[in-house]
């Protein structure tokens, strides 16, 4: 069960679910993926992304610099 | 999942990057995507236009990565074969990872598409 890691800062929707998507590959079932961004659309994106993909967002939570990060266990 | 069938039918920013958001993030999301690129599309799809496109529009997301993730990804870009009698390059002058394909092809190909755009 590893944790990965992807910084997706200053990427523009829908960049960063590109790259989360992208990365799928390199992962196994269990992984956890954590991913920092900063587009707004990121939080609802992600949820978006894993309810059709079947995937678990563990947490997203977004600090005072509105920087978001996700935990998504694949 | 879903099948997305995306038709271009211009080259500037307006006509390109709305397919390339679209279409990248439905096959982030496990879609099967086409975008077809009619004749007046179609100069967006030769060599190096994305990257002249890209250079243009710092405010937008990075076109060329969007191109590069939609094939990664799975998704599809046909080119029309009318755009060789109409423009004066030929299949040699595309992007790789381009398909020219006819009308009934593309037709074919997205008979069963559940969202379809126009650009």
């Known amino acids: 069960m590893a944790v990965k890691k992807l910084d997706a800062l200053g990427m523009k929707c829908p960049q960063p ?9 390199q992962l196994s079932e269990g992984d956890t993926l954590e991913v920092v961004a900063d587009c707004s659309s990121f939080p609802d994106d992600i949820k978006a992304w894993c309810e059709k993909t079947g995937k678990t967002l563990l947490m997203c939570t977004t600090d005072a610099e509105g920087k978001h990060s996700a935990q998504i266990q694949i | 999942m879903a099948k997305v069938a995306i038709t271009v039918n211009g080259s500037e920013a ?17 879609d ?3 975008i077809f690129f009619t004749p007046g599309g179609s100069p967006a799809m030769k060599k190096g236009a994305i990257k002249e496109l890209n250079d243009k529009a710092e405010a937008l997301p990075d076109l060329e990565d969007m191109f590069n993730s939609l094939l990664a990804l799975g998704g ?17 002058d595309l992007a790789e990872g381009t398909e020219v394909v006819g009308a009934t092809t ?5 008979k069963d598409a559940t969202l379809t755009f126009s650009f």
């Open chain 2, 76 to 92: 599809r870009l046909m080119v029309c074969e009318l755009a060789f009698d109409v423009h004066d390059f030929t299949e040699d």
């Open chain 2, 32 to 34: 099967d995507v086409i």
């Open chain 1, 17 to 25: 679910i590109l790259k989360v998507a992208t990365m799928l590959p």
């Open chain 2, 14 to 30: 307006k006509n390109v990057y709305p397919p390339f958001i679209l279409g990248s993030s439905a096959a982030a999301s496990g």
């Open chain 2, 106 to 110: 593309f037709i074919n190909e997205s």
